[in-house]
């Protein structure tokens, strides 16, 4: 594989993710009245590990069960308690949380259900008496949308901005984008900003690969942009949902120019069956001499097209409707596998030449991967660089030219400068005389009165060549 084509550069800071649960229940005095079934619903499409409830740590898997295992009402009211008097010292109070369900009471204290495993992801509860959407994205496209992405995404540490996912709003269009360098996935969703300005947010992969399950659940989605807080300049992305709201602070960073890299023209396009494609690169996998970095070869044409190992261990042949157009291309079998993976169904199979990157497409997703060097892109280079250079060519092939000439040329042009000195001179009387110029060198008069008296220089007496032309050689790739 050829040199990564992105590249980027983060500044420092890093995503922060904030989830927030939307419970609906009412005020009763220091606490809240809540359906039971209501909160163990919105407790379930959590994602955080701890919960922050009334300013006490609660472990949400265990919360989770308790209110599920509360008999004998529907109503639950969970308030503040302490077990010590206004006249004690306040150090020596153990605060903890009342939870009365019909005649069940019992007290939860701070960091119940929170062990040193527990994960340090922590969402907030908040109560409130309504929790009105007004949606403008679908969920199950935003969750579709982010999954095709995620797996593109660089896990190299040492390129920490193509870690992330980028969300571009604009024009009325969200863009989300992931790549590593080698392959690029680009998924393209209607939405309406109400901002003329095109808006960039920068996600960290980490903390998006829960949300599109937490999606799949929700009912109405809003997605929106924003400041990042009390941060001057920094953005932030929030997905909000019936039960709950995610915040994703940008990271401070610029992710590369990706439009440079989507090729725009082609010399073939077939349709190819995805889960037939998978199946072929399966079999060339198990016979590949390494499993884990396998190449395969693509030669499109015919109605048909072929896979091959690089090696010749394993031939298999797949429809693909290309017309008349044919195109060879080499990837690497992984990432093609991956590809078809996130498709699925029909896709549209874009090749230019060997050494250039080809494109796969669905509706609203096109996904860029760069080829790998084989001996037809390396003939394809050397045919370019040969057309890119036609003068070195023509300048090679040029005939060499004779010191003869050269002197010959040198005799006229000085006798034309002597006729210029001395108009008015008589013309001689001689059968074969020439004037010759003052200003002619002494080499080329001899030369001169050589040929006049007719005593031709032997070969020996002939002025040596004063350089030889170097022929330029024909620049390859």
Known sequence: MGNAYLSGHRQRGCSTNVEQLNIVGKRSGK???THRETMAN????GLADRLTLMDFAIGRKGLLNYIKSLAGSNIVKIVPD?????SDDADCRIER????????QSYLPDMAWIGDATAHSTAEVRFCSANTLTPNIGSLELAEAISRVLPFTASDET???LNTVLFEASMGKLRIVAGDGYTLSECTLDFETGDAETVRVLVDRASLKPIPSALRKAKRVRLSFGKAG???DGMAMYVDTEVSRYSFVSMNGTWPDYERVIPSSFVCTAQVDTHEALKAVAALKVTAENPKEYAVDFAIGDG???LTNVDERGEVAINADSGDQSAIVRLDGAYFATAMRVIGGMTDFHVGNASEPVMLTAEGLRIVI????SPASQRQQRERAEVEQPEAETVGETEPIEPEDIDRASIEAEAEISEVEQPQAEQPQADVEIKIGKNVSDEARAIANAVIGGNADTEAEKPKRTGRRNRQPVATA
Not at 82 to 86: D, E, H, L, R, T
Not at 97 to 104: H, I, N, R, T, Y
């Open 159 to 161: 390129r920490p901005v």
């Open 370 to 373: 760069m080829p790998m060097a």
């Open 304 to 306: 048909k097209a072929v």
């Open 82 to 86: 302490g077990n010590g008097s206004a």
């Open 42 to 45: 919105v407790l379930s499409r």
């Open 31 to 33: 606490g809240v009245v």
């Open 97 to 104: 949380l009342k939870v009365v369900c019909g005649a069940f």
């Open 230 to 232: 009390d941060a001057l």
